[in-house]
């Protein structure tokens, strides 16, 4: 499986901006799907975003977060802005992996996961 190692994850204030990173250990060529995923304490890990050529976001984020794939740098990215302390949580970058069935548009179907990058949003 993929090695995946998440970066970027910090404390931020209601309504500013931070861009976590994803670095695969392989590379990611540009039809594998890719998604990041939260928990926050106390709650269910839910979808983010995903990509696989095409995006797709939760509802709580459309319009402030974006998902961005660098396949040269087999790096994955989350530009996340207009941040809401309801957006705290760990971050975890997630690939679909070989044998296992994934859809973008559900989150559904990843194998392949980072240990997690903390976002914090408060005043």
């Known amino acids: 499986q993929v090695h995946l190692v998440e970066s970027g994850g910090g404390s931020v204030q209601p309504g500013g901006s931070l861009r976590l990173s994803c670095a695969a250990s392989?590379?990611?060529?540009?039809?594998?799907?890719m998604a990041w995923f939260r928990q926050a304490p106390g709650r269910e890990r839910e979808g983010v975003a995903s990509?696989?050529?095409?995006?797709y976001y939760a509802d709580s984020v459309k319009g402030r977060f974006t998902i961005s794939k660098d396949n040269a740098k087999s790096t994955l990215y989350l530009q996340m802005s207009s941040l809401k302390p309801e957006d705290t949580a760990m971050y975890y970058c997630?690939?679909?992996?070989?044998?296992?069935?994934?859809?973008?548009?559900?989150?559904?179907?990843?194998?392949?996961w980072g240990q997690g990058t903390q976002v914090t949003v408060s005043s």
């Open positions: 392989e590379y990611i060529y540009s039809s594998r799907c």
């Open positions: 997630a690939a679909e992996s070989a044998g296992f069935a994934v859809v973008a548009r559900t989150f559904s179907g990843f194998a392949s």
């Open positions: 990509i696989d050529g095409s995006v």
